[in-house]
């Protein structure tokens, strides 16, 4: 069946510039996670959303990072002004329960 | 420190060898521990969960020791297919889950 797709895969951003990635989970899962992975390093956890309810948002790094799932399903990350240390790949994974299933990542870079 | 602490290698494995490598948590209300897959330039995909009684899938051993705080993995007989990093994975009991740096394994031919 159809994964966790996320778009786009790659995006190449101006310091300063805002952008979105949009993640969409596998149909039912309740569960949404963003990670950022720099490279040679684990993914790390920005937020959470069950259903609609960003539940937990503690890893986003500033105040420039923003999620939001309106009708629980899509999600769409927005990093406002971006600034080299943004660059990174930037992934989704959706659950059902426990397991978590991620998407293919956006690679952002931002020059 | 870091929450989940492994040994990023590279581990250089003989094909058809046995190769085990162990990670470290820190956080003892840790309640569910995985394996993930990551190649080269892709997502991380699920390979096994841990429980407490140990569990095997196929070549694939998986051990989780909770009084110290540690989870195996034991490939066996490896292929070359199996070259990946190998990220050990702690769920924090708030659904968050925490990453290691990956063991990075190489077999050769």
């Known amino acids: 069946g159809a994964g966790v797709s996320q778009s786009p895969r790659y995006k190449v951003a101006k310091r300063g510039q805002d952008v979105a990635l949009r993640c969409d989970p596998i149909?039912?899962?309740?569960?949404l996670f963003w990670y950022q992975q720099a490279l040679g390093q684990g993914p790390e956890f920005l937020t959470y959303?069950?259903?609609?309810?960003?539940?937990?948002k503690s890893g986003l790094p500033s105040d420039r990072f923003f999620a939001e799932r309106p009708e629980g399903s899509v999600s769409t990350l927005k990093i406002q002004r971006t600034q080299q240390e943004d660059s990174a790949v930037y992934l989704c994974?959706?659950?059902?329960?426990?397991?978590?299933?991620f998407g293919p990542g956006t690679r952002l870079t931002v020059t | 420190r870091k929450e989940v602490e492994q040994d990023p290698g590279p581990f250089n494995v003989p094909e058809g060898a046995t190769v085990a490598f162990n990670c470290t948590y820190s956080?003892?209300?840790?309640?569910?521990f995985f394996w993930y897959r990551q190649d080269c330039r892709k997502e991380p995909k699920l390979l096994m969960s841990?429980?407490?009684s140990g569990n095997e899938d196929g070549r694939f051993t998986a051990q989780l020791n909770r009084a110290s705080q540690y989870i195996s993995l034991l490939i066996r007989d490896s292929k070359l297919s199996d070259s990946a990093t190998y990220l050990c994975?702690?769920?924090?009991?708030?659904?968050?889950?925490?990453f290691g740096k990956g063991n990075q394994v190489v077999v050769i031919p």
């Open positions: 956080n003892s209300a840790s309640q569910s």
């Open positions: 959303f069950q259903n609609e309810a960003q539940l937990d």
């Open positions: 994975v702690v769920n924090d009991g708030n659904n968050r889950l925490a």
């Open positions: 841990v429980y407490s």
């Open positions: 149909s039912g899962h309740v569960s």
């Open positions: 994974a959706s659950s059902p329960l426990v397991e978590q299933y």
